[in-house]
């Protein structure tokens, strides 16, 4: 089961293209959350990742605020 729990944790590391996609929003516009630190994201090397259950979790917040 050890390489089911390294695949699972590798669909949990998302690029910033999908989740560009997944928020509907720019790479560029997602670029600026990242280095503002907005979102939750980290660096390997020079590239931005973002886990899947810290962005559900941040997605889930964003929808509690009233406007």
Partial sequence: ???EDIQDN???IMTPPEVAKLL????R????????K?????KIGY???????????F???RKTVSY
């Fill in 59 to 61: 997605i889930e917040q």
């Fill in 38 to 42: 907005t979102i939750p994201s980290y």
């Fill in 1 to 3: 089961a050890m390489s």
């Fill in 29 to 36: 516009k997602l670029n600026e959350m990242c280095k503002a």
């Fill in 47 to 57: 590239l931005w990742r973002f886990n899947r259950k810290d962005l559900d979790e």
């Fill in 24 to 27: 509907r929003i720019s790479e």
């Fill in 10 to 12: 590798l669909s949990d």
